[in-house]
């Protein structure tokens, strides 16, 4: 957008781009839901262990950029659904580490890419200026909003 843009054409264009992300987030967590039984976050998780290496919860945290107690809720879930499984990791035996179950596996043969990973993918795509500059302006962004909240 250049300079000549007027402040409610830019205000428009980007609460449009906010909504398209949503939107793109939402229908994906949504078809998760409808043709799998599971959530967006559950379908995430499995696209992370799609190579068939174990990881510990930390690694999956990292891997989907979450925090790790939230990853562990999602395993948990997937584990009750027999789609991983939980073993004790290689030479420490305080390390659980999650893999596929063949039903995981199986669901994941059938489910798209997940919208989370291609957010990243476009994410990590963009110049480190750019990613600065999105990052700066979202911050800004949602300090502005929890202030207004309670004013």
Same mark, same amino acid.
């Given at each position: 957008?250049?300079?000549?843009?007027?402040?409610?054409?830019?205000? #428009? $264009?980007?609460?449009?781009?906010?909504?398209? %992300?949503?939107?793109?987030?939402? /229908?994906?967590?949504?078809?998760?839901?409808?043709?799998?039984? /599971?959530? +967006?976050?559950?379908? *995430? %998780?499995?696209?992370?262990?799609?190579?068939?290496?174990?990881?510990?919860?930390?690694?999956?945290?990292?891997?989907? *950029?979450?925090?790790?107690?939230?990853?562990?809720? %999602?395993?948990?879930?997937?584990? $009750?659904?027999?789609?991983?499984?939980?073993?004790?990791?290689?030479?420490?035996?305080?390390?659980?580490?999650?893999?596929?179950? !063949?039903? +995981? #596996?199986?669901?994941?043969?059938?489910? !798209?890419? !997940?919208?989370?990973? #291609?957010? /990243?993918?476009? /994410?990590?795509?963009?110049? !480190?200026?750019?990613? $600065?500059?999105?990052?700066?302006?979202?911050?800004?962004?949602?300090?502005?909003?929890? +202030?207004?909240? *309670?004013?």
């Amino acid at each position: 957008m250049g300079t000549n843009v007027s402040s409610v054409e830019a205000t #428009r $264009s980007v609460l449009d781009a906010l909504r398209h %992300v949503v939107q793109v987030l939402r /229908i994906s967590a949504r078809a998760a839901e409808m043709h799998h039984g /599971i959530s +967006g976050a559950q379908l *995430f %998780v499995l696209h992370q262990l799609s190579d068939g290496v174990a990881r510990s919860i930390n690694d999956l945290a990292e891997g989907t *950029f979450t925090h790790q107690s939230s990853v562990s809720v %999602v395993v948990s879930r997937l584990a $009750s659904r027999r789609l991983v499984r939980r073993k004790r990791g290689g030479g420490d035996g305080r390390r659980t580490e999650v893999e596929l179950t !063949p039903v +995981g #596996r199986r669901m994941l043969q059938r489910a !798209p890419e !997940p919208a989370q990973a #291609r957010l /990243i993918e476009a /994410i990590l795509a963009l110049k !480190p200026a750019q990613r $600065s500059a999105l990052l700066e302006g979202l911050s800004y962004l949602l300090r502005l909003i929890v +202030g207004l909240r *309670f004013v």
